[in-house]
């Protein structure tokens, strides 16, 4: 087999193009998943990128230049530019020239294999501070770190572009009985792989689609451990789905599974806690942070670690000697924060793209349709001598959304829909006109779980919800979802808001995921951004005039 018949453009500008129709594609798609970063996935052709960060994630997981390399080069059409070779050797050969170990004597030390290189991040002035004495003199290789700071120095070093290689270990922490009961239930060999692949790195992140299972690869974690474990959620309401699940799954009882929430502040050997009530202060203090000195933990599972907090990063990087795994269906981070993520709770260990998954049966296939409404006249003049600030509230808001939501809703009356947006007045104006309950931000968690578990069961066919319902929700038999606003651009927002419906359907029926966007407005514009990531992830967006949407 000769180059040319590859499936792989390698470009100059480290971008890869792969043609999916080719007969090699999935074989190639597999090979370079390792170390390329997903760009776009439309129909025929898939771009991936080459990152510092993507090749540096590849080194963490085992994987050399040379089979970067290898890989770039028997799969690729045309001949591979060799500067862009030279390039990955280089950037990959950065990682791992500095190295965190622990010293038999001195503890914590940072040990180099270059000393130009050390010398140039002792030099630098986010590393002061982290560091101690030199051992061995002013020519030694090896720099005591204060314990404190391991989380910090990760940070630091890889912001200046030489990512440490952490070999310090972790504390077993308190030993604790966790297996799963698989007498009714069997993970899926991914959901397997995932907890193998993050266990044998000791920490990281795993990526899996909504619906496909992330808190049985947290439970599979967790008996590989055998150890008290801190459970970092989004909400209440997640918190509680994550203890019924463990109960259901697991070993544990209901006793050994503590919540430490706004309203309830229970630290037992496992404890599920909610990201708020982690990063609340008062009079400047995170009052709440006693809680990781509470247990000697063995295990950290932050469940949607790309919506960490800022705080939470602060925490995390206090962890560091504790065994960490981040569940997400998307390392998205409209913060930017991705260097964050790898440094503290450790390199992406597991990922597995939506298509795979919904050809494998575990999720199911799902239409996308974006409905485009016109503005009248008058709401025309107004959005157009509007402060910015306004003009998407405006568009989002408009009354032509409520009819196209009316013949939407009658066009899948015997189906499961939710209602989504991000407007709370417009969200109350929906369910009044639509005589459907309506779950919100100040919406108590008795209620929010009462009509979750209702439309669960079928008793409620139609619910409307704001954003609090974006994350951590487990809702089944959710068929249809209509977003009629959202958080402006936000693609992490609409993969979660798709992960509403992605469990599979009975007799494998397809998922039905409406966006209603006011045309030839900042509403258009925020739509077109947050489908993106639904781009890269294989599904096409159908876009229709709201003239054509029949009433049923």
Known sequence: MTATDGPLIVQSDKTLLLEIDHDRAQDCRKAIAPFAELERSPEHVHTYRLT????????????????????????????????????????????????????????????????PVLEEVLRAKRIQGMLGARIGGADGDTVLVHASERGNLKQALLKLGWPAEDFAGYVDGEAHPIELDQSAWHLRDYQRDAADSFWHGGSGVVVLPCGAGKTLVGAAAMAHAAATTLILVTNTVSARQWKDELIRRTSLTAEEIGEYSGSVKEVRPVTIATYQVMTTRRKGVYSHLELLDARDWGLIVYDEVHLLPAPIFRMTADLQARRRI??????????????????????????????????????????????????????????????????????????????????????????????????????????????????????????????????????????????????????????VAIQVSGSFGSRQEEAQRLGRLLRPKSEGRTAHFYTIVSRDTVDAEFAQNRQRFLAEQGYAYRIVDADDVASA
């Open 52 to 115: 510092p960060l993507g090749l540096w994630n590849a080194r963490a997981a085992g994987h050399d230049a040379e089979q970067v390399v290898d890989t770039l080069l028997s799969y690729s059409r045309y001949p591979v530019p060799h500067a862009l070779l030279v390039d990955i050797a280089e950037t990959m050969a950065r990682y791992g020239r500095l190295r965190l170990e622990k010293h038999p004597v001195h503890g914590l030390v940072l040990v180099s294999t270059d000393r």
């Open 326 to 479: 981040g569940l997400t269906a998307t390392l998205v981070r409209e913060d930017g924060r991705e260097g964050d993520v790898f440094s503290l709770i450790g390199p992406k260990r597991y990922d597995a793209p939506w298509k795979d998954i919904e050809a494998q049966g575990w999720i199911a296939p799902a239409d996308c349709v974006e409905v485009r409404v016109t503005l009248p006249e008058g709401e025309r003049l107004v959005y157009a001598t509007a402060e910015p600030e306004e003009r998407y509230r405006l568009a989002s808001c408009t009354g032509q959304k409520l009819d196209v939501l009316r013949r939407l809703v009658d066009q899948h009356a015997d189906q499961p829909t939710l209602v989504i947006g991000q407007y709370i007045d417009q969200l109350d104006e929906i369910a009044e006109a639509l005589d459907a309950p309506v779950i919100k931000g100040d919406t108590p968690v008795k209620e929010r779980q009462r009509l979750f578990e209702a439309f669960r069961s079928g008793e409620i066919g139609l619910l409307v919800v704001s954003k609090v319902a974006n994350f951590s929700v487990d809702l089944p038999s959710a068929e």
